[in-house]
């Protein structure tokens, strides 16, 4: 285990900077560690290492960052591969949490996001239990450009109609749908995420209901990509359905292309999320050169 990636700031000049990469449901995260010695890459940096050509190839970087609180752990940025920051990766923090937790071998640690604190604990195996917050309703919490109803947004595009509007540490609109294989999602999500009553934009998402415990998930997120599993949006999948009158348990287990997490509504609208978090592989990322591209 790397702890901390090195004890001695700067004592890596020929090799560059130490990097980890994980994957939660395939949703792959670069993380580096900039407690010691803080990394402020810019956004074409960012791109450049989330690039699965030319770098070393992620749906997120993310870099931990000292706490900003006494009382948690560290605090995390997170990018998208456009360099965008943004509140929350819910794959992505389930691999924060694991790495933390095995260097702090502590049974339960807080972090610190844009979108929140998080909560996490480790469960058998690889499989890790993060309190997500709580899940936002409110127009301007999600947000919406002008004031209205977040339970049926009345906007539509070809088979997607009359999303929920939610949030998570991120904006979301789901919509519920017959049979989600029927449906190319890449051909109609940009449309909405662009849509004009999204002033942040937002992840899309459909649902299908399976039975009374099981929800099937298909997930098109910002920047404007198909993810095989998204978990801010399996959060805010089990909302969506439990406003909606369409489930009544609180225990669901959400289906996803790249596998399974299990979705726990507590009554004050938090959530729990336990899925899998494992190690890929680590390395450095080379010292960037100024106004060069820089291949890896």
Same mark, same amino acid.
């Given at each position: 285990?790397?702890?901390?990636? %090195?004890?001695?700031?700067?004592?890596?000049?020929?090799?560059?900077?130490?990097?980890?990469?994980?994957?939660?449901?395939?949703?792959?995260?670069?993380?580096?560690?900039?407690?010691?010695?803080?990394?402020?890459? %810019?956004?074409?940096?960012?791109?450049?290492?989330?690039?699965?050509?030319?770098?070393?190839?992620?749906?997120?970087?993310?870099?931990?960052?000292?706490?900003?609180?006494? +009382? %948690?752990?560290?605090?995390?940025? @997170?990018? +998208?591969?456009?360099?965008?920051?943004?509140?929350?990766? $819910? +794959?992505?923090?389930?691999? @924060?949490?694991?790495?933390?937790?095995?260097?702090?071998?502590?049974? !339960?640690?807080? #972090?610190?996001?844009?979108?929140?604190?998080? @909560?996490?604990?480790? &469960? &058998?195996?690889?499989?890790?239990?993060?309190?997500?917050?709580?899940?936002?309703?409110?127009?301007?919490?999600?947000?919406?450009?002008?004031?209205?109803?977040?339970?049926?947004?009345? @906007?539509?595009?070809?088979?997607?109609?009359?999303?929920?509007?939610?949030?998570? $540490?991120?904006?979301?609109?789901?919509?519920?749908?017959?049979?989600?294989d029927a449906i190319?999602?890449?051909?109609? *999500?940009?449309?909405?995420?662009?849509?004009?009553?999204?002033?942040?934009?937002?992840? #899309?998402?459909? *649902?299908?209901?399976?039975?009374?415990?099981?929800?099937?998930?298909?997930?098109?997120?910002?920047?404007?990509?198909?993810?095989?599993?998204?978990? %801010?949006?399996?959060?805010?999948?089990?909302? *969506?359905?439990?406003?909606?009158?369409?489930?009544? !348990?609180?225990?669901?287990?959400? +289906?996803?292309?790249?596998?399974?997490?299990?979705?726990?509504?507590? !009554?004050?609208?938090?959530?729990i999320m336990t899925?899998? *978090?494992?190690?890929?592989?680590?390395?450095?990322?080379? &010292?960037?050169?100024?106004?060069?591209?820089?291949?890896?």
């Open positions: 285990m790397i702890s901390k990636f %090195t004890d001695k700031p700067n004592s890596y000049p020929d090799h560059g900077r130490p990097f980890v990469k994980m994957q939660g449901l395939r949703n792959d995260i670069v993380i580096v560690d900039g407690r010691l010695d803080p990394f402020s890459p %810019t956004s074409e940096e960012i791109v450049l290492i989330c690039d699965r050509r030319e770098g070393v190839g992620g749906d997120e970087l993310m870099i931990i960052s000292s706490p900003k609180n006494g +009382n %948690t752990e560290a605090f995390i940025k @997170i990018f +998208n591969t456009d360099g965008r920051e943004v509140e929350a990766c $819910g +794959n992505g923090t389930r691999c @924060i949490g694991r790495f933390l937790l095995d260097e702090s071998e502590k049974e !339960e640690i807080k #972090v610190e996001t844009l979108g929140g604190v998080l @909560i996490f604990r480790k &469960n &058998n195996r690889n499989q890790i239990s993060v309190n997500m917050g709580q899940l936002k309703t409110e127009w301007k919490d999600i947000p919406i450009s002008r004031e209205m109803d977040t339970l049926h947004l009345g @906007i539509a595009n070809g088979p997607l109609k009359d999303p929920v509007g939610m949030n998570i $540490g991120n904006p979301h609109a789901v919509f519920f749908v017959e049979d989600v190319d999602l890449s051909e109609y *999500a940009l449309t909405v995420q662009k849509n004009d009553l999204f002033p942040e934009e937002t992840n #899309v998402g459909i *649902a299908q209901i399976l039975d009374s415990n099981n929800i099937k998930l298909s997930y098109w997120e910002r920047p404007g990509n198909m993810t095989p599993a998204c978990g %801010t949006g399996a959060c805010a999948t089990v909302g *969506a359905a439990f406003r909606r009158g369409l489930i009544k !348990e609180r225990r669901i287990t959400v +289906n996803m292309p790249a596998g399974k997490v299990e979705i726990e509504l507590q !009554e004050d609208f938090s959530v899925g899998p *978090a494992e190690y890929c592989f680590s390395g450095y990322l080379p &010292n960037f050169i100024p106004q060069e591209k820089h291949h890896f």
